[in-house]
């Protein structure tokens, strides 16, 4: 049989070309990519000698073998991994399978709707095997599989659109690659310099690495190590060889446990939620090893779905290894370490609030979102996590969140009962509100809710340290006295009780089924009306989100309060009695009590509202 060629899928050949023509200055990451990947080919095949003895070469070290043939120009990288066959080689390196790759394919069309060149993108993308193309002129990959029957092939390109396959010779388990260096990558063939980029980029790959049969690598692995040993910025290089982020973890946990089960294990909060793009983790959960064998790359059964963020390994001796991936989170020893690791976790987070505030600050507002979710989600943890929690309010002018529930208590009035909140939508309108208008006469803080997930976290966060969390729209709250001083600047007379009537009962006409109730509020303040919620509406926390979720979402019908000393409703009371089918009396109402949807976030299309503010603008402007 001879040598067969075959077309690189488009993607690929446009990879390639890019490949091929970058600038991009660090090419080394070749190398790390080619290791990556030899790494993984040697954990697929010791996985796969749990549980199959048909394997060639069982008995093989388990290892990568980097070597330089200076006069033939070529490296050789060789692993004892898994290896491919004939199929395999066409599809692994014909097609793209990489979420990396495409990944940088996609984001490029925007770089280079921007004029950034390719080469300020290679870098924070794992672009895999292909990136070898930058330091070479043809490159060959001899493989053979793991499967007795399989026969050896090799596989060469030049990095133009085709590829060929053709029988070879190699008796051993793996795959060599030969890197035909170009003229430019010549640095590649020193191997001093190897061993430097092995040791920047791959130093923590679990199996040896040697570079003229000496091991270049650490490879003991980080987190079996006391914590102690370890210096910091190792635990920084550790993750990024982990997850490929180019930035540094903001949090490092590093758990060695004994008893009751023994087990080692590093936890990483990436710096920023939004690394997901650059990350070469296509998805989230825990690396698993057991006794040293590689068992799942995303585990999710140790930490809850809402830490889901949290990267990193967990490694012990007490799992059995037959252990099918499947049936993993069903044993004990799983759910023990998890339940450890939550709770250190938590505790770690507990740590940084206390101890370094602006450092939580920053790790609230990446990623706040997710313990709201827990609370939500895990009733189990919620005590726990409501400590965690911050909040924009009243009182504090911070930019980010930073207000807990124990300050809130902490500078609570004596004759305070309950702890406030309002929802919104927005920091900035909030202030606005008809609804903070007796509690800013009085001085007692109300906390900002502002996201989407707080509506869903109330339902399990319904107090704190023994204090109501209390609605500001509560249609009965129960408010200390006002201060006298506040009594004083009233701003006008109270209405007569003759013309509030009929002013009332014109709201009530206007707005008919719109709203269960008009009556006069015993709270505002600076505000002509509100809307209160009355008892029973439980699930008030919900319309909001409904309103988000849903265009035709049912306006709830609420309980109109109507100030009895605010200008306007005594303006409105004198139109009434003189003038009582002035068409402006029910267009002021209208928009009253639309203005007030508005400001409660439960308005269905505030656009709606244009045509009558310009025809009440008009009659504003009138001039006679
Ligand atoms: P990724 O590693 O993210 O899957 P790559 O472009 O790095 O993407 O590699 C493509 C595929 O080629 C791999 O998924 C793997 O199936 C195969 N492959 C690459 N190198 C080796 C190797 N040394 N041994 C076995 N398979 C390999
Ligand atoms: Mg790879």
């Known amino acids: ?51 199959n003895d048909d394997v060639i070469d069982a008995d093989a070290e388990l290892a990568i073998r980097i070597s330089v043939d200076k006069d033939a120009g070529t490296l050789t990288i060789a692993d004892t991994g898994i290896g491919m066959n004939h199929d395999e080689l066409v599809r692994n390196l014909g097609t793209i399978a990489q979420s990396g790759a495409k990944e940088f394919l996609k984001q490029l069309q925007d770089a280079q709707a921007q004029n950034i060149p390719a080469s300020d993108l290679i870098g924070q993308f794992g672009v895999g095997f292909y990136s070898v193309f930058m330091v070479a002129d043809k490159v060959t990959v001899t493989s053979r599989s793991f499967r007795p029957d399989d026969q050896a092939f090799a596989w060469t390109s030049d990095g133009s659109n085709t590829f060929t396959i053709e029988p070879a010779e190699k008796d051993t388990r793996g795959t060599e690659i030969t890197v035909f260096v170009n003229e430019e990558g010549q640095e590649f063939l020193e191997t001093f310099r190897l061993r430097n980029i092995v040791k920047k980029h791959s130093d923590f790959i679990a199996f040896p690495i040697y570079l003229d049969d000496e091991v270049a690598n650490q490879q003991t692995a980080l987190w079996r190590q006391p914590a102690r040993d370890v210096e910091s910025e190792a635990y920084g290089s550790f993750y990024k060889q982990l997850t490929l982020d180019y930035r540094d973890p903001l949090l490092h946990l590093h758990v060695v446990a004994d008893a009751p089960i023994q087990f080692y294990s590093v936890l990483y909060v990436p710096g920023s939620a939004d690394r997901g793009m650059f990350n070469l983790r296509t998805d989230h959960g825990l690396k698993l090893y057991a006794r040293k064998v590689l068992i799942q790359e995303y585990n999710k059964d140790f930490l809850p779905n809402y830490l889901r963020f949290v990267d990193g390994v967990v490694d012990s001796e007490d799992l059995p290894l037959n252990v099918a991936r499947e049936s993993i989170q069903t044993t004990r020893a799983i759910q023990r370490i998890g339940m450890s690791l939550k709770g250190k976790f938590l505790g770690e987070l507990e740590r940084l609030a206390d101890e370094e505030p602006d450092k939580y600050a920053t790790f609230w507002q990446e990623f706040g979102v997710f313990l709201k979710e827990g609370i939500a989600t895990e009733p189990g943890d919620a005590d726990r996590l409501a400590k965690l929690l911050r909040f924009h309010s009243t009182v504090s002018d911070a930019d980010q969140p930073t207000v807990s529930l124990a300050d809130y208590v902490g500078r609570m009035r004596d004759d305070q009962a309950q702890i406030y909140y309002i929802l919104t939508t927005d920091l900035q309108s909030v202030v606005n509100s008809p609804h903070l208008d007796p509690f800013l006469a009085r001085d007692i803080e109300v906390l900002y809710l502002t996201e989407a997930v707080d509506s869903f976290m109330l339902m399990n966060l319904t107090e704190f340290d023994g204090k109501k969390l209390q609605n500001v729209d509560d249609a009965d709250l129960e408010l200390p006295d006002l201060p006298e001083e506040a009594e004083d600047e009233t701003p006008a007379e109270q209405l007569e009780e003759e013309p509030f009537e009929a002013v009332k009962a014109r709201f009530a006409d206007v707005l008919g089924e719109r709203v269960t109730e008009v009556r006069e509020s015993k709270v505002l303040r600076g505000h002509p009306v509100r809307l209160a919620t009355p008892e029973g509406q439980l699930d008030r926390n919900v319309q909001r989100v409904y309103k988000m979720l849903d265009q035709d979402f049912d306006v709830p019908r609420k309980i109109l309060e109507l100030n009895r000393r605010h200008p306007l409703i005594h303006n409105l009371a004198g139109w009434i009695a003189d003038k009582p089918d002035a068409p402006l009396v029910p267009q002021v109402i209208e928009q009253l009590f639309e203005s007030a949807l508005l400001m409660d976030g439960i308005h269905p299309n505030p656009a709606d509202m244009v045509g009558r503010i310009e025809s009440l603008m008009e009659a504003a402007t009138r001039r006679e």
């Open 1 to 51: 049989m001879s040598a067969q060629e075959y077309t690189f899928q488009a993607e690929i050949q446009q990879l390639l070309n890019i490949l091929v023509h970058s600038l991009y200055t660090e090419q080394e990451i070749f190398l790390r990519e080619l290791i990556s990947n030899a790494s993984d080919a040697l954990n697929r095949v010791q996985f796969e000698m749990l549980s």
